[in-house]
Nanobody
Framework: QVQLEEPGGGLVQAGGSLRLSCAAS????????MGWFRQAPGKEREFVAA????????YYADSVKGRFTISRDNAKNMVYLQMNNLKPEDTAVYYC???????????????WGQGTQVTVSS
């Protein structure tokens, strides 16, 4: 059974931190590149971060570079997004996904999570 679950969203003040988690079923986690997208109200879904299946390479959107860190624990089938120095413009629904990353961006999207709300108050 394919499953992506994303606990960890919530409300935080500007300048604060939050860590998102994504638990993937083993059948899709192994050898899969993982990542996060987000979608703010009235806007298109946008890329946030990605990590190769080996964990050796990571990629970030310019808007979050230096503030967000993506990581994965292959023993636990988990991927994380540590978000520091949050800004009101980071407010969005954050989605975990699996797919194929090449050249620093997703080239194929395989599975998406349900999304988790992150709200940053000013």
């Amino acid at each position: 059974q394919v499953q992506l679950e994303e606990p960890g969203g919530g409300l935080v003040q500007a300048g604060g931190s939050l860590r998102l988690s994504c638990a993937a079923s083993e059948s899709i986690f192994r050898s899969s590149d993982m990542g996060w997208f987000r979608q703010a109200p009235g806007k298109e879904r946008e890329f946030v971060a990605a990590i190769r299946w080996s964990g050796g390479s990571t990629y970030y959107a310019d808007s979050v570079k230096g503030r967000f860190t993506i990581s994965r624990d292959n023993a636990k089938n988990m991927v994380y997004l540590q978000m520091n120095n949050l800004k009101p413009e980071d407010t969005a629904v954050y989605y975990c996904l699996t797919g194929v990353v090449y050249g620093g961006r997703f080239r194929r999207y395989d599975y998406w999570g349900q999304g988790t709300q992150v709200t940053v108050s000013s």
